[in-house]
């Protein structure tokens, strides 16, 4: 069992940057893969990063390529969300998700794949 607990969104300008944190309690930390999602009103939820256990591997959504970094301090057991150049359409709930295992699933963007989540964390990109 392991807790996740977002922080870090505001409202913010388009061309802005924000860092999101998730700190995750319970069960070891490093024993996870960790992942970003995003849902905006009236959509579904969607992937925007994945990170592994050690950090030596990630992956990211198209949209968000080259314009936001996933990383872990797996001594502060925390993923970050670090988010450049924002755009009005990376307004959404964020949402901190955590996988039992600790390298990539191939389907890694699909949130039935993690079996733990945070309680979400509202982002505002006004233009």
């Known amino acids: 069992q392991v807790q996740l607990v977002e922080s870090g969104g505001q409202l913010v300008q388009a061309g802005g940057s924000l860092r999101l944190s998730c700190a995750a309690s319970g069960r070891t930390f490093s024993y996870y893969s960790m992942a970003w999602f995003r849902q905006a009103p009236g959509k579904e939820r969607e992937f925007v990063a994945t990170?592994?256990?050690?950090?030596?591997?990630?992956v990211y959504a198209n949209s968000v390529k080259g314009r936001f970094t996933i990383s872990r301090d797996n001594a502060k057991n925390t993923v970050y969300l670090q988010m450049n150049s924002l755009k009005p359409e990376d307004t959404a709930v964020y949402y901190c998700a955590a996988d039992q295992r600790r390298d990539l699933s191939v389907t890694y963007y699909r949130a039935n794949e993690y079996e733990y989540w945070g309680q979400g964390t509202q982002v505002t990109v006004s233009s």
């Open positions: 990170i592994n256990w050690n950090g030596g591997s990630t």
